[in-house]
């Protein structure tokens, strides 16, 4: 009897360090932009999303497309400042989810997104460039954005010559990151 007591509280102990395991990703794991990515969802990716994720998300219904749009509770929304939120879009009938960029109104998207940012020790920098365009292009300038805040880098965003800090408070970057994650969760890159 205290064999079968000792190894039911060793397979829980091992249950439960798996699923500890499942839910912490490495934070500094970079992305590829250019992987090859098929917006599939899988169900252990949709499952662990609905069960641990969604409650850090307000939800949106379209009643007439019935897609779901899953904004993350902690991103800023005030449209008087540069924001750069994000928005996963889930297309149940095709098991697919998308990323969906949704600057705050002071950014205007149909003339494409010029960010440019700075290496932490200044001693690099460059620019991300985006045009309205397919979801391929989105996922690769948001991409190149997350994997800047993993590198700590700064960003700027680049309009009639001047350069605006974005993605400058710590909040907003989390919130950024964490979207980004658990995006890449759903398609099954993480």
């Known amino acids: 009897m ?16 798996g699923v500890v395991g499942a839910c912490n ?6 992305v590829d932009p250019n992987i090859e990515v098929d917006f599939k969802t899988t169900e252990q ?4 999303f609905n069960n641990v994720r969604k409650l850090s998300y307000d939800i949106e219904e379209d009643k007439n ?28 009938k ?14 205007d998207v149909t003339k ?4 440019k940012w700075e290496s932490n020790d200044g001693k690099s920098e460059g ?6 365009g397919n979801v391929h292009e989105q996922f690769s300038f948001l991409t190149e954005i997350y994997n800047g805040l993993i590198e ?8 009639d010559g001047q350069e605006i800090p974005i993605l400058d408070a710590e909040n907003e970057r989390e919130a950024f990151r964490k979207t980004m994650m658990d995006y890449y969760r759903l398609v099954n890159i993480f």
């Open 45 to 48: 990716s949709k499952m662990f």
């Open 94 to 107: 095709i098991d697919a989810v998308y990323l969906m960029l949704e600057p705050s109104k002071k950014i």
């Open 112 to 115: 494409g997104i010029k960010l």
């Open 152 to 159: 700590q880098r700064s960003f700027y965003f680049v309009e």
């Open 25 to 30: 990703v490495d934070k500094e794991k970079k």
């Open 65 to 92: 497309t019935d897609r779901l749009f899953y904004r993350i509770n902690e991103r800023i929304t005030d449209d008087d400042q540069l924001l750069l939120n994000l928005c996963i879009v889930q297309d149940p």
């Open 127 to 132: 620019i991300y460039e985006y045009e309205q």
């Open 2 to 17: 205290r064999k079968i007591k000792s190894l039911a509280i060793g397979l829980v102990c091992v249950c439960l360090l």
